[in-house]
């Protein structure tokens, strides 16, 4: 929505009155959140400034709490800001957060990690890629994706049932060709690997994700996967991070928070329908969340 300087004024008074009264009104903060996306919400940051002279950031992290905290002043801080930040603390310190570092990575497409790079830079001055590539292992099928797909480099090859034979043939007999499977997924277009994986479905009698969860496995089943689910729509990788962090052995906040800051404006729209494959948005966000980070959620993912 293409919001008057004036909006962002009168969103900046909200989350004042928000946090003026006895007890943070959590809902009419949220209520901000949801009609902007996350570029507004800098604007909105910036009317505080103009407004009151602090920093909203500092105000929210004051005025609420928990994993609802770490939404709303994420939702604030600046996409690749925020985006930059989770890196180095993905890989920052004693013991990688593979899991984390692996959606991160994967999630951004060749516009955004370009930004992100300029981000990481500006933040930390140091090189994103060398940190990410420091830090993980060298040989790995997974990191080697990571690697490649922070270069992504997309073209139409015009030649989606002979890239699906490619693939097909990755994965067939003993040991996997796992090159061909880091090539094409980082070079397809998403509208040619749309072709190639349904093509592969038809001819093969199986579907492509099929495939990967039975060639690969660990870290390296969780960063194919991801990257076949975001190259079919960012939604879907989206649906994908938020099923695998309520459904394993404990949920993976961090994961469900740096997902819905950084994606729900762009993906929520699609994600309660996607989400089906997957099983049912509201019924899973409420089965493993409570409070004020369970409404969130399901606000945010439009899953009420």
């Known amino acids: 929505m293409n919001y008057q300087p004036q909006q962002f004024v009168i969103f900046a008074n909200e989350i004042h009155q928000a946090c003026r009264r006895f007890g943070t009104d959590e809902q009419r903060i949220l209520n901000v959140i949801l009609q902007c996306s996350m570029e507004d919400l800098q604007q909105v940051s910036r009317a505080y400034y103009a407004s009151y002279g602090k920093s909203i950031t500092r105000l929210l992290e004051k005025e609420t709490s928990g994993k609802f905290r770490d939404i709303v002043v994420g939702s604030f801080e600046g996409r690749y800001k925020y985006w930059a930040r989770k890196i180095r ?7 990688t957060d593979e899991k984390a570092l692996i959606e991160l990575v994967i999630m951004g497409d060749a516009d955004d990690w370009l930004q992100i790079t300029e981000e990481y830079f500006n933040a930390f001055t140091r090189n994103v890629v060398e940190d990410i590539s420091d830090d993980i292992a060298k040989k790995a099928d997974w990191a080697r994706l990571l690697r490649g797909w922070i270069f992504q480099m997309r073209y139409p090859r015009g030649q989606p049932e002979r890239d699906a034979e490619e693939l097909y043939k990755a994965a067939k007999g003993a040991g996997t060709d796992e090159d061909t499977f880091i090539r094409l997924f980082c070079t397809s277009t998403r509208e040619e690997f749309a072709q190639i994986a349904r093509i592969y479905q038809e001819k093969y009698n199986k579907s492509l994700r099929q495939t990967i969860i039975k060639e690969f496995s660990g870290k390296s089943e969780k ?9 079919l729509s960012p939604a879907r990788g989206c649906c994908w991070i938020i099923n695998d962090s ?4 404990g949920t993976r906040d961090r994961s469900l928070v740096n997902v819905t800051v950084l994606f729900r404006d762009k993906c929520s729209s699609e994600a309660r329908q996607v989400y089906q494959d ?3 948005l509201a019924k899973d966000i409420r089965g493993d969340t409570s409070g004020w980070y369970e409404k969130a959620l399901l606000l945010l993912w439009q899953a009420q």
Request: proline share 0%; aromatic share 8%.
């Open 246 to 249: 309520i459904k394993g052995l």
């Open 223 to 231: 960063a194919f996967l991801l990257a076949h689910d975001c190259l």
């Open 89 to 95: 603390e993905a890989v920052k310190g004693a013991g």
């Open 278 to 280: 997957f099983g049912n």
